[in-house]
């Protein structure tokens, strides 16, 4: 979390900055700030709450730095200390001169705080970032060096950093290193740009340089010079992005979650675009690195995720194991990572994460890699840390997701993992071709489906409108669409701040259900397929109790349902293997609309962000 930018050139410095951070401000947006060079002082400013604060502020103050010509900034999702002023980055030493952004936990802050202390640093913030400030300080005054205190304070450092650091003295440049947390160096002419993600530099640079852990990069406006860990300098590879400049516009819709919600049949048809030509021929997925004998050897999944990624995963689980015949495991990675796991080179382990930088994913994924398992990533994030630990790459090309509610990127995420099942199946031969053939059928007519059913929000808006006073929240459904019942509640609790909760339908009687009077709404998932009498009945346990019922469902010839509830809202019918991609549709509506119905910030949700960049 939080995001980091850094520039030297001739362009306005501010400008750069708070481009650059707009376009981080997915990473985190609790308050911000920026240290600027200039008349030979390093002048920081800072801003609590939104960007636009600090935007501001810059506005207010900017002929104190129009002589600028480096600067770095910096927008926080805070960790150690509320967001407040002082907490805010950029951090400085006690002299001034130097000012340090991060992104990362120092794991260590504590033992350093204290050691620095007794050699007379005076702390003024709570944040484990100060003590960089600190500990630079203190080998600047060894070295007079800026390039070689940072190398002496980062082997200090313990955890996760991306650092920029200035030092008014050295005021032509900027020093950056990293370890564990994503940092790209933007090459342009006659300018340098340091960021945590491309979209901060893309419109000036397409050039860039993907640091690795522990290297340390010295740029000024002409020039990069780079450092290995052993501090010895090597030639810097130089890559190009393969990005256009990103289009942050909502494109004449309200928030960015309703613009990615419809987004969604196109992201589908993209995926599949390629990948499937017709429903008889075999599926190409030629990033799966692994053949017929590989396979053979493979006796085990494990997929590793994160919130909605984990979403996506479990509906995986599902499909792997209905066409491939394969056991496959799931597991948040943040538990994954924290337990003996039997992992060995017969696993084939695969991380999903629209961002390909969750640290607990990441940790898990390179813990499996040790274990020579072959690692499979499915990412919406091509150029992230976690797609260079893959052996076999899977992008979902979903497009730049601007909202912190994932919603086309989890359906990117389906997509791949129907691919992926119906692949290996086709590889084992594990599978009855006719139903292969059925299932490619049914994943190339159902972009069309989603978009008739876009076209009649109405009924969805006056569910929302009905529910959006509910302080609780209940998703049931069974097998394929449990997931889809916790990613509805996900949605919902994550952007309008209700308590919601999915539950396997049969689960309900095994507790859930003493919570349930006539204020609660109880959503059930009823598509159509070999669960769907059972769902019903466990609705029936609801409506015993009084409760609010609500019906998501494919079905349209059932009187039972206009009789049981109180409200149905329809899709249109699909096969029961996909109905997942289906009905998550109006869940994402449902939420949406019920936290613009309650004037919630969609796009930015309170103590949230996108890039989960900690453990
Ligand atoms: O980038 P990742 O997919 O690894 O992120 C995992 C979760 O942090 C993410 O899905 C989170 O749950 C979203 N806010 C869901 O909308």
């Given at each position: 979390m939080c995001g980091i930018i850094g520039y030297v050139g001739n362009r306005n410095v501010i400008e750069v900055l708070m481009k650059g951070l707009s376009a981080l401000e997915y990473r985190g947006y609790d308050s911000s700030g920026a240290a600027i060079i200039s008349d030979n002082k390093t002048k920081i400013y800072k801003a609590e709450g939104k960007l636009q604060n600090l935007k501001n502020l810059l506005n207010e103050k900017a002929d104190e730095v129009k002589d600028s010509h480096v600067g770095i900034g910096h927008i926080r999702w805070a960790t150690h200390g509320v967001p407040n002023l002082i907490n805010a980055h950029p951090h400085t030493s006690n002299c001034g001169k130097i000012a340090v952004v991060h992104n990362g936990i120092i794991e260590n802050y504590k033992e350093l705080r204290e050691k620095l202390t007794k050699m007379g640093a005076e702390f003024k913030s709570e944040t484990d970032t100060e003590t960089v400030a600190h500990l630079v300080a203190f080998k600047y005054k060894e070295t007079h060096d800026l390039k070689e205190a940072v190398t002496l304070a980062a082997k200090e450092l313990e955890g996760a950093y991306a650092l920029c650091v200035v030092h008014q003295d050295e005021g032509n440049k900027i020093v950056a290193t990293r370890r564990n947390a994503p940092l790209v160096i933007g090459i342009g002419d006659g300018e340098m740009f340091a960021a945590s993600d491309v979209p901060a530099m893309i419109e000036y640079t397409k050039q860039a340089i993907y640091l690795d852990d522990n290297q340390v990069a010295v740029l000024t406006n002409d020039k990069i010079e780079l450092f290995d860990e052993n501090n010895k300098q090597i030639q810097p590879k130089i890559e190009l992005l393969p990005w256009e400049p990103v289009s942050l516009s909502k494109m004449g819709y309200k928030h960015f979650m309703l613009k990615e919600i419809h987004e969604q049949p196109?992201?589908?048809?993209?995926?599949?675009?390629?990948?499937?030509?017709?429903?008889?021929?075999?599926?190409?997925?030629?990033?799966?690195?692994?053949?017929?004998?590989?396979?053979?050897?493979m006796n085990r999944i494990q997929i590793v995720a994160c919130g909605t990624s984990l979403h996506a995963a479990m509906v995986g689980k599902y499909i792997i194991e209905e066409l491939c015949n394969i056991p496959v495991d799931i597991e948040p990675s943040s538990e994954y990572i924290y337990r003996h796991t039997v992992t060995d080179e017969k696993t084939l382990v695969i991380g999903v994460s629209q961002s390909g930088e969750t640290a607990d994913t990441l940790t898990a994924v390179r813990q499996s890699k040790a274990r020579n398992s072959h690692i499979l990533i499915i990412t919406n994030r091509p150029d992230s840390s976690m797609a260079r630990e893959a052996d076999s790459l899977i992008p979902v090309d979903a497009g730049i997701e601007v909202s912190v509610a994932a919603t086309k990127s989890y359906i990117a995420q389906l997509t791949a993992f129907y691919l992926l099942a119906i692949h290996l199946a086709e590889i084992k031969n594990s599978c009855d071709n006719d139903k292969l053939v059925n299932l490619k059928n049914e994943l190339l007519i159902l972009p069309q489906k989603i978009e008739l059913f876009l076209t009649k929000k109405e009924k969805i808006q006056k569910c929302s409108r009905m529910y959006s006073s509910s302080k609780n929240f209940i998703f049931i459904a069974r097998g394929l669409n449990y997931p889809t019942a916790l990613e509805g509640a996900l949605k919902l609790k994550e952007i309008s701040y209700i308590n919601a909760t999915g539950y396997p339908a049969g689960e309900l009687k095994h507790g859930p259900i003493a919570m349930i009077d006539e204020t609660l709404p109880v959503l059930s998932i009823l598509m159509d397929g070999k669960v769907y009498e059972k769902v019903l009945s466990n609705a029936q346990e609801s409506k015993a109790r009084n409760a609010r019922m609500i019906a998501l469902?494919?079905?349209?010839?059932?009187?039972?349902?206009?009789?049981?509830?109180?409200?149905?809202?329809?899709?249109?019918?699909?096969?029961?293997?996909?109905?997942?991609?289906?009905?998550?549709v109006p869940l994402q509506l449902l939420a949406y609309y019920i936290a613009e119905f309650l004037g919630k910030d969609v796009d930015q949700p309170r103590n949230l962000a996108k890039s989960v960049t900690v453990e």
């Open positions: 196109n992201v589908i048809r993209n995926f599949l675009t390629g990948k499937i030509h017709t429903a008889k021929e075999k599926v190409k997925l030629d990033e799966v690195k692994l053949d017929f004998e590989q396979l053979k050897q469902t494919d079905v349209d010839s059932d009187e039972r349902l206009e009789e049981l509830f109180d409200f149905v809202l329809n899709v249109p019918h699909v096969d029961e293997l996909v109905s997942p991609i289906m009905a998550i």
